[in-house]
Each structure stands twice: as structure tokens, then as C-alpha cells.
């Protein structure tokens, strides 16, 4: 194997162009509707649909627009959650399981008709699925959850071995193969969808960090480190795995994982339709190419310590990656051009924590999202945006915080 020689842990997402957000820092304390913490993908997938509502807006972020956890995610945007459906109704019901995973296909169809309408340049591309037999479920286990997926009205095609290598090129003891899902720009899509929030009156404020939380009857008052205070009616906690002490839950833990980007491959190097794969595993191996022929590929997911023990793994979990890339796909060059870690919030079940902190009904907290960011923070978005506009979110219990959850008065 040759020798890596890696840039400086930069996401290949921010080595292509995107859109300029306007953005400042306070100069004077305000008032809005509506405060958002986080310019991330959550932060401004809700801006827009609150905007999109009527709602004033003010968002804020220690760093600034889609930078943060955003930029590390390798954008794999797909209906299938972590936990196999044949598992999950195992932990939670089947009634349970099935409707989560059916509020996931919805979201990912929600998300691609809102990206069409608003007409957001984020090269967004439909592609296949392969879910690929690992150490979680393979065999007849494997061919079971495609069973189980069809009996509940999602796509679910299982392909043998000998299917898997004719159709695929892959060598491995068969797939589940499905449809639906797409892969985006995660720095074009969350910079455009701030963009439309912006056009409907949002503000910006960055670099703004929130240090304390104050409640009111009817308000929240959130004071910077700045000095500067924003009173709103309600408060959106879109930090991503960076929690704040304000909220917190037994249910949540935070995991390390690592990505990279290859050098553009030739056209006839790639794998037929160029379907984003994942594994049946734990930790999985996931797969999926750019829009010229980058292939990205991330795993060897582990428990979270701090940034600089994550960071310092690079070259180490780097090569292992590399050597699984290499094994899978053996057609293609996978030595990286690019290589980065990243970090992200989890939960037992696989399903995002959503909706008001417990006894705190204007704080919204939005977090655990596993290997499903940009899902999920559609789902996020659209069960704040029902509770704001008093509507019931028939799936909201599927990702309510456990009554565990407590409030205190600082933030982390």
C-alpha cells in the first residue's frame, strides 16, 4: 500500500464553490419570534420552513453558515436508519418501528421536493441504495429485514450473492437493494436554504456564542458572550453533538467517525449506477461518489473522547479505510485526496431526540441524530414547525426527549 499523504483534515465539501451568507456580529440586545442556535443543516433546514410560516428568525453560531459538523458529513440522504427495521420493532413495537421508518421515507421525499421548488444548486442526484451483509445481519437474517421492509410498504429488493457481484461487481453474501434516495452538497444545500430564510427576513449573527439562558413566562432570554441579550418566544437548540448544558439526556451518546475523499476517478472505474452503500455491520463501512467522480467513503466509528484525540486517529483510522475501500471496491484508485473526522450524536434506538425540553415548553431541543443528519434534521424541522403552528405531528412521540431530560441554567 502506498505511502498517504493527506491535506490538513479538510471535508472535500469545502474545497468546491458555494454561496457567500451575509452575516454580522450584535451590536445591540433584540427581540424576535423565533431564536435558532446553529447555522448548521438543522439550524437552517428550520429557518426556512419557519420563515416559509411567517416567523421572524434569528439565528446564531459561535463559528458561522454550515460550518461545524456540517461540512464532515459525507451526505448520504436515505430512508433506512441505523437500527434494521427487523431490530427495531424488536425495541419499540412494531406499529413504532414501522412508522418511524415510513416519517424517514416521507422526510427524504419532503426534503427533495422542497430542494426542486426552491430551485437550491446543491447537486442533488437520485441514487440505489445497497445495504451490504455484514456482521449485524447477513444470510437468511439479512434477507428477513428486506421481508420485513416490504410487509411495511418500503423499498426492499434482496439480491444474492452471485445477484450482488453480476449487477454491482461487489463480492459479498448479499444485499438488500433500494430506491428513493439521493446525495447532495451539504455546504450548497444548507447555504441555500439560509439564503431563502434570509430573502424572507432572517438575520445572522456570527460569531455569536450563547453563554446563559433566563425563562421567562412567555419568553426566552439568551445572553451572548458578546454582552448582547435576544429575548424570543421560542428557542431552537440546533448544536448538533455539541450539547449544551441546558439540556440533557441519558439517551444520547456521542460517537467519532472518519471520512475520505479519493482523487476523481475515471468513469469506467466506478460501480454500476453508482449506488451509495453501506453495511449490515458496527461499525459500517459507507460508500458514495460526487459529482466528478470522487469516491467518498467513512466508518470506523468509535466512542467519542475530545476533538484532539479524534483528530490525532486521522492517519491511523485513514489507512483502515483505505484498506476496507480497497478490498470492497477494488476497481478503483482509493488513495485519498482529502481526509477528515467528524463527530455525531446517537441514541439505542437509532431515532433523533425532537421536540420541547421536558417542563420547558418553548426550548426545543434537536439532537441524536446518528448516520441520518440530513434526514433527521428535516424531521426536526417539520415537527417544530407543526408545534409552532399548533398542529399535531402524529409522529412526534417516536422522538420525544425522555422525561430524564433536565433543564439547568448555563449553557456548555
Known amino acids: 500500500m502506498r505511502k498517504l499523504d493527506l491535506r490538513s483534515g479538510k471535508p472535500v465539501w469545502q474545497a468546491y464553490r458555494s454561496p457567500a451568507i451575509a452575516h454580522s456580529t450584535l451590536t445591540r440586545s433584540l427581540t424576535t419570534d423565533v431564536l435558532i442556535v446553529g447555522t448548521g443543516i438543522t439550524g437552517a433546514m428550520t429557518a426556512e420552513l419557519l420563515s416559509e410560516d411567517g416567523h421572524e428568525v434569528i439565528l446564531v453560531d459561535r463559528r458561522g453558515a454550515a460550518l461545524g459538523s456540517t461540512p464532515a458529513t459525507t451526505a448520504l440522504v436515505q430512508h433506512e436508519i441505523d437500527v434494521p427495521l427487523s431490530k427495531l420493532q424488536k425495541a419499540i413495537g412494531a406499529e413504532k418501528a414501522f412508522r418511524a421508518w415510513r416519517r424517514s421515507k416521507l422526510a427524504v421525499a419532503n426534503l427533495r421536493g ?3 421548488s426552491l430551485e437550491i444548486a446543491c447537486r442533488m442526484t437520485d441514487r440505489q441504495t ?107 437548540l440546533a448544536t448538533g453533538y455539541e450539547l449544551m448544558d441546558v439540556v440533557h439526556t441519558d439517551r444520547h451518546d456521542i460517537i467519532s467517525t472518519w471520512a475520505i475523499a479519493t482523487k476523481r476517478q475515471p468513469k469506467d472505474r466506478l460501480w454500476p449506477g453508482e449506488a451509495m452503500i453501506w453495511e449490515a455491520s458496527d461499525p459500517y463501512l459507507y460508500v458514495r461518489t460526487t459529482h466528478d467522480g470522487r469516491v467518498i467513503c467513512g466508518g470506523e466509528d ?61 426550548l426545543f431541543s434537536l439532537m441524536g441524530y446518528g448516520g441520518n443528519g440530513i434526514t433527521y434534521a428535516r424531521i426536526a424541522a417539520e415537527v417544530v414547525r407543526n408545534k409552532l403552528a399548533g398542529r399535531e405531528d402524529s409522529d412526534a412521540d417516536l422522538y420525544a426527549l425522555s422525561n430524564r431530560v433536565t433543564s439547568q441554567t448555563s449553557f456548555h
Open 130 to 236: 445497497l445495504y451490504l451483509a455484514g456482521n449485524v445481519l447477513s444470510g437468511n437474517k439479512l434477507r428477513d429485514e428486506a421481508d420485513v421492509r416490504a410487509s411495511a410498504g418500503l423499498p426492499a429488493q434482496y439480491l444474492t450473492a452471485s445477484e450482488l457481484a453480476k449487477r454491482f461487481g461487489i463480492d459479498r453474501d448479499g444485499a438488500i437493494l433500494s430506491t428513493g434516495n439521493f446525495v447532495v452538497d451539504p455546504v450548497k444545500l444548507t447555504k441555500g436554504l439560509l439564503l431563502q430564510a434570509q430573502r424572507r427576513g432572517a438575520q445572522l449573527f456570527a460569531p455569536e456564542e450563547a453563554s446563559a439562558i433566563k425563562f421567562h413566562k412567555s419568553s426566552i432570554e439568551i445572553t451572548m458572550r458578546s454582552g448582547h441579550r435576544i429575548e424570543a418566544g421560542h428557542v431552537i
Open 114 to 116: 422542497q430542494i426542486e
Open 302 to 362: 468509535e466512542d467519542f473522547q475530545d476533538e484532539q484525540t479524534r483528530d490525532k486517529l486521522l492517519a491511523k483510522k485513514t489507512q483502515r479505510i483505505v484498506d476496507k475501500l480497497s478490498k470492497l471496491l477494488p476497481g478503483i484508485d482509493p488513495m485519498p485526496e482529502f481526509a477528515w473526522a467528524g463527530s455525531f450524536g446517537t441514541t439505542p434506538t437509532g431515532l433523533p431526540l425532537i421536540g420541547p425540553v421536558h417542563r420547558r415548553p418553548r
